[in-house]
């Protein structure tokens, strides 16, 4: 049996942001550590009742993956968007 979470997909900058609310606690690790800050809160609430993170609150997305890489429960999944050239 096979499980799918529910993911909220945005984009942002050069990246595509995919969060999944129900892994998501709402510990702000991920906003902590962005560089160009610009993840915030989003309306809709993770596994805990407490909102979830959305990125448009900064400037745009670089798609460095630091907040995939810090977030302790693999809530972040990042893309390159397919139209943005490497840096
Ligand atoms: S990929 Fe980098 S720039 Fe984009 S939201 Fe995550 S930490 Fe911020
Ligand atoms: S996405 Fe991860 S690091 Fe960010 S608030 Fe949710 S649990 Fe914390």
């Given at each position: ?55 448009g ?31």
């Open positions: 049996m096979t499980t799918a979470y529910k993911v909220i997909t945005k984009i942002d900058g050069k990246g595509v942001f995919h969060l999944f609310p129900e892994l998501c606690k709402g510990c702000g690790l991920c906003m902590e550590k962005c560089p160009v800050k610009t993840i915030g809160w989003a309306k809709e609430l993770g596994v805990f009742g407490t909102p979830v993170v959305e990125p609150h900064g400037e745009p997305c670089i798609a460095c993956k630091t907040c995939e890489m810090v977030c302790p429960d693999c809530a972040i999944l990042i893309e390159r968007r397919k139209d943005e050239k490497a840096d």
